[in-house]
């Protein structure tokens, strides 16, 4: 294959500013809370406190992971606030309820100030349920907070549900197969059902392969479900548009309509995950608040229509609440020819996507990246970004585009921001090549703190039995 001469260095236009060009200090894209400083470094704003991430860097080294636990706090506290908001103006019924996933982010900085704004929980594995009974150990929260228990009973669950149970938590396990519909006979307390909806949405889910739940068949065909409170389905995760997640609910309030005759102790529909958020900053993307209004309003107009019982809803948002908390940075260490199509650059980074950032491989997830240094620069490189494992595809090229950075040859040394990389990325993490999982830091109140070191290689080494 012969070289391609690289294409011209493309430029920012001076009417874009620099802070209009990286797309920061936009509500609506959840970038409201970043700016950039006179030096052309990136700063995060949290009230009245500010954060060099530029200057934290150079204390701190890379890769490293940056949370901001207010942002935590602020999504949580908004999205209830907004939910009994709308119940309120619709004149709805039902009472909302919000329970982080666990398993979008299990680190403990990430789920106590979701908890501290008034979240309940949604774990998916006997482990998940420890944590939670650790908490309550710890004295960490009120036992009024209610758990809802999807994913395989094993044994072991079931003991630690039981246990919860005698300790006075309110905890609903979700029924998912005929195995554990038989299991839940002897079960005291109120238990849930979950539905595989006979419907597609628009996002990453494939609906070939969903095994989870019954079907809407099956269940008005079991009739009487002992202790039934919860009808829960979950469709998919970052769903592309609104109606991705009001079609779901219609179907279920009809089949919840359906399911009362034979269980009129069942009043509430737990509609799961699947809020997305904006990671291409350049696409138009759905608020919170447009979806809540949309979800409310269909739920009381269904059920008004059907002349049923207004529903108590669950969400169990996780992806929404906690991506943007984060943000990744590495340094860049090399700049190679890419021998592409447009001439573009690799700029090597000092850490991996397929350890750090697996969903770049796993799921081609798209990511806004923006410099930490260098902000202000206007000549800029068309570039892909090269990981430093040993793999091909430890690359992250923007779905096969480009994604635009300072020039190195303008610059002494480049560091760079993922953004939006609180969900998924840390339970999914990994360790190819030997290579170091980032510093973690969390930001708040003003001050910077270490919460997981940067592992030392007797550490990883340890991981492997060495
Ligand atoms: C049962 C259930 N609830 C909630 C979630 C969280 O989904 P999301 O992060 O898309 O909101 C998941 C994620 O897979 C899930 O399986």
Redesign the pocket.
Known sequence: MGTKRPAKAPKRKKKNGPKKFWLLGREEINTAHFDITPEGTLLVREGNYQYNIYNIIKKHGTPTEIFFPTIVENRVRDLIETFNAFIKVTGYRGRFYY?Y?M??NQNREFVLPAVAEGANL?V?SANELFVVKRMIEQDKFNEKIRV?C??PKTDRYMDLIDELRGKGLIVIP?IEDMVELERMKKFKGEVGI?VDLNLKVASHWDKRYNR?GFTEEELVNLGKIRNLAVL?Y?V????ERIDGLIQPLKRAIALYAKMREKNPQLDTIDI?????VPYDKRKRFYTGRSLISQLVKTAKKQCDRLGVRHPNLI?????????PAQVTIYKITAEKQAYNKGGNSWYVIDGSFMNDLLDTWAIKQKWHVVPVNHLLSKKLARVWIGGSSCDSDDKYTAGGSYILLPRLSDADELYIAFLDTG??QDSLASHHCLLSSPLKLTAQNGEIKVVRKRETAEEVGKQFGW
């Open positions: 329970h996933p398993k979008v949604d998916g809802i999807n994913g979700i979950r989870y829960h979950h998919s995760s970052q769903i799961g995950g699947g809020a997305g969400a169990e948002w996780g992806r929404y609440v906690v991506a969900a998924y």
